[in-house]
């Protein structure tokens, strides 16, 4: 708090004094917003600072690999991909608190490290093998961008030991991608051409038409589902499993719209015949940021969240199969959640139970001075919330989601950016993202971990 303090005092100094810039706080293992639950609850929010850099960190990802937090991240100025994961009580790491994380670089080559993805699959079988999947962008800086596929593999047997595979390329020109492993370990890549403003899957267990030539490899099934004529600028997409089939949520950036394609392998509209694509919803510019959740346990709890630009609001779209209430698919019920003003990428990362539930973090404008502040916020459903949806119960009306304020950003001219989440195993969430912070012309961007813990209180004993 020493540290803290002294910022707000040089902060005072500097605007009394008529210096042009002002400063930001520096952040602290504190939290600074009221996203911490009552009192008498027994969770609070901690924050752990992972790695800081006088060059910006952005693209983020994150896996839990069971309760153990995995960052992906993009070094801007290096154009390198690095990534982190925490050691738990090991003080062997070179970054993080006490040394407890391992901070690498993985690729250096070209520009390579945006558009990260990530997904984990917790193995099985003779080898008793896990795994972590990653995908990204990759420039070599010869004309043609790849996106690329690794995974990083831990063998139990015949004596334990990890590493990372070498990089495949799994199509060109693209940027945004989404990855996802089945219960058999299959791995599933949804991707967007923007050269072509085309969407596209591969995957090493569908065979299909070579058309992402010269990637993926000879035995991988690439398609081309969805084309979208015309010009767009960028776009979002994600993918999600039902019982083993993907389906993918993404925003067409030629007509502004939520869009959904699902495998069906014959009879469809798109993709060869393979594929159903569908509108989600189509009034005004919504979609950005598309993000889907199903759940493990193979019900049909769907939750699609997502940006309205034209009402600068979160969204979300619940699957009911029929009766719902989205513009041009009834299959869908669609909402405001929260209004969190403009915003080019609102930085929309969801997690959720094996049940469904989802745990959504965002950005929000934080409506103080400057205007470009942010809060990072995480929804959640919860009957008696602040936001979202209300219910009537006469003869008061009850909101049904939960918007809470997880780091307000910190003071004057600082930010925060591109944030991830993920949920440990007892559904209490880590959100990694880039706290920036500026000291008249000196930005440090922090890579930063908020985490949910529980509190021990040990019972006081009068004697």
């Not at 993985?106 to 990653?134: D, M, Q, R």
């Not at 070599?140 to 015949?158: E, M, N, Q």
């Not at 440090?444 to 529980?454: C, D, F, I, K, V």
Request: with cysteine.
């Amino acid at each position: 708090m020493k540290t803290r303090a002294l910022v707000y005092f040089f902060i005072a100094a500097v605007l009394l004094f008529g210096v042009v810039s002002p400063v930001a706080a520096v952040p602290t293992l504190e939290p600074s917003g009221p996203a911490s639950p009552s009192a008498a609850d027994t969770i609070r929010l901690f924050f752990d600072t992972i790695t800081t850099s006088s060059n910006r960190i952005g693209d983020i990802s994150m896996v839990m690999v069971r309760n153990t937090p995995w960052v992906a991240y993009y070094d801007s100025v290096d154009m390198d991909l690095k990534f982190a994961h925490w050691l738990g009580a090991s003080t062997d790491g070179n970054c993080g608190p006490n040394n407890s994380w391992q901070c690498d670089t993985l690729a250096t080559e070209g520009n390579v490290g945006k558009y990260t993805s990530l997904a984990f699959y917790p193995g099985g079988g003779a080898l008793l093998s896990w795994k972590i999947g990653l995908t990204y962008f990759d420039d070599p800086g010869a004309g043609t961008t790849y996106i690329r596929y690794t995974y990083y593999k831990c063998y139990l047997v015949p004596t334990y030991h990890c590493g990372w595979s070498t990089p495949i390329s799994v199509g060109t020109n693209g940027t945004r991608s989404s990855i996802k492993y089945d219960s058999n370990g299959v791995v599933h890549i949804a991707w967007y051409n923007q050269t072509l403003h085309s969407f596209f899957y591969s995957s090493d267990a569908f065979p299909g038409p070579a058309n992402c030539s010269p990637g993926p490899d000879v035995d991988w099934g690439c398609y081309n589902f969805d084309d979208m004529s015309g010009s767009g600028s960028d776009s979002s997409v994600s993918l999600g499993l039902y019982h083993g089939a993907p389906q993918i949520v993404y925003y067409d950036p030629v007509a502004h719209d939520l869009r959904i394609a699902q495998w069906h392998n014959s009879g469809g509209n798109c993709g060869s015949t393979k594929w159903m694509c569908k509108p989600i919803e189509t009034g005004g510019d919504v979609g950005m940021g598309a993000q889907i959740l199903i759940p493990e346990d193979g019900s049909r709890n769907w939750t699609i969240a997502y940006y309205d630009k034209t009402g600068e609001s979160l969204r979300v779209a619940k699957l009911v199969d029929g009766g719902g209430n989205c513009d041009v698919n009834a299959n869908f019920n669609c909402f405001d959640v929260d209004t969190i003003g403009s915003w080019t990428d609102p930085g929309i990362s969801m997690a959720g139970t094996s049940t469904g539930t989802p745990y959504i973090a965002y950005l929000a404008a934080s409506g103080v001075f400057p205007s470009n502040t942010t809060t990072l916020k995480v929804a959640t459903p919860r009957l008696l919330g602040n936001c979202g949806p209300t219910v009537s119960v006469p003869p008061i009306s009850l909101h049904t989601w939960q918007c809470s304020t997880v780091d307000t950003g910190g003071g004057l001219l600082s930010g925060i950016n591109d944030p991830a989440i993920g949920l440990d195993l007892t559904g209490k969430y880590r959100i990694a993202y880039d706290w920036w912070s500026r000291i008249l012309s000196n930005t440090t961007y922090h890579l930063t971990l908020a985490n949910q813990r529980e509190m021990l209180f040990l019972p006081f004993l009068n004697q």
